[in-house]
């Protein structure tokens, strides 16, 4: 699976209750200095996340806002 590369283009990717794991190295590069990710996905089914592998894929962000509930995670940071 090949995505486009979007290095360096947006001040913000929202991706809300989506989840394709293949996506996020894309997202991570797509981010401008400065930009913001906000990324929700479900945490039980076929295409669920968690907190945790957010911030794995995200080490060196800002975190904004993140949590957990019984139905979704979400994860919203800025690059720095």
């Known amino acids: 699976e090949t995505h486009p590369t979007l290095e360096g283009q947006y001040n913000l990717v929202v991706c809300w209750l989506f989840w394709q794991a293949s996506l ?6 797509a981010v401008l200095p400065g930009g913001v990710v906000a990324l929700c996905g479900k945490r039980a089914g076929r295409f669920a996340t968690s907190l945790d592998r957010y911030r794995r894929e995200f080490p060196d962000w800002q975190e904004l806002s993140a949590g957990e509930d019984d139905f979704k995670a979400w994860f919203i940071a800025r690059r720095v």
């Open 24 to 29: 996020l190295p894309a997202i991570r590069q």
